[in-house]
């Protein structure tokens, strides 16, 4: 198994930009989770997917950031625009959701620096 | 609502033992996990305690007691290896797939 996948591994851009993150699940795990860790806030849920649909998006910053889950295999976590505040690294993980599903796994995570 | 509180650090010696303490305030319990992370890596599962007790895997042991709203990680053998950060983790109340993170301790280990 490949385990939880990211692209890109690092992300440079400037101010105002369109960023696109991407993630592929482990296959036949329901739930989908993005994180954001900085030093400052930790590690911050900010949306997740069961099933490929967003149940709780209450840690999503602002309207500048979206999420997607098009189908069972892949997501997309999209900033426009992007700020230098969103500079960090973002984690997505997933797991096999429902009351049996007690262990996350993380992808290697996505460093965006907002230059 | 859901909190977790943990050491911010905690420093130890080689092939010693340490304890990182984790005291949690839940809606719902479902559980305590432990998550280790090195640095720029990503975290990874260690521990799942469901009920009171110690559970052990190897070198290291996660205890919980419910009643305490408490747990704790024990590494015994400590390696430099260990040398990371380490999360404790509650699933939501209100959501059986979302987990809490509490806010990491960072542990060092001197020779």
């Known amino acids: 198994d490949a385990g939880v996948i990211q692209s890109p591994r690092h992300e440079v851009t400037e101010m105002g930009q369109e960023v696109t993150l991407r993630c592929k699940p482990i296959s036949g795990h329901n739930s989908l989770f993005w994180y954001r860790q900085t030093m400052m806030r930790g590690l911050e849920l900010l949306i997740y997917f069961n099933n490929n649909v967003p149940i709780d998006d209450s840690g999503m910053p602002e309207d500048r950031f979206s999420a997607k889950m098009p189908n069972a295999s892949f997501s997309t976590l999209k900033i426009q625009p992007s700020e230098p505040r969103d500079s960090a690294v973002y984690f997505c993980a997933s797991s096999i959701g429902g009351r049996g599903g007690n262990e996350q796994f993380f992808g290697p995570g996505t460093r965006l620096t907002v230059l | ?111």
């Open chain 2, 1 to 111: 609502g859901q909190s977790l509180e943990q050491p911010s650090e905690v420093t130890a010696v080689e092939g010693a033992i340490v304890q990182i303490n984790c005291t949690y305030q839940t809606s719902g319990f479902y559980g305590l996990s432990w998550y280790q992370q090195h640095d720029g890596g990503a975290p990874t599962f260690l521990s799942y305690n469901a009920l009171d007790g110690l559970e052990e895997t190897g070198r290291f042991s996660s205890f919980l007691s419910r009643s305490d709203s408490y747990g704790y990680l024990l590494l015994q053998e400590l390696q430099m290896k260990d040398s990371a950060s380490y999360f404790c983790a509650v699933r939501d109340g209100s959501s059986a797939s979302k987990i809490i993170f509490g806010s990491g301790t960072r542990l060092s280990i001197r020779p």
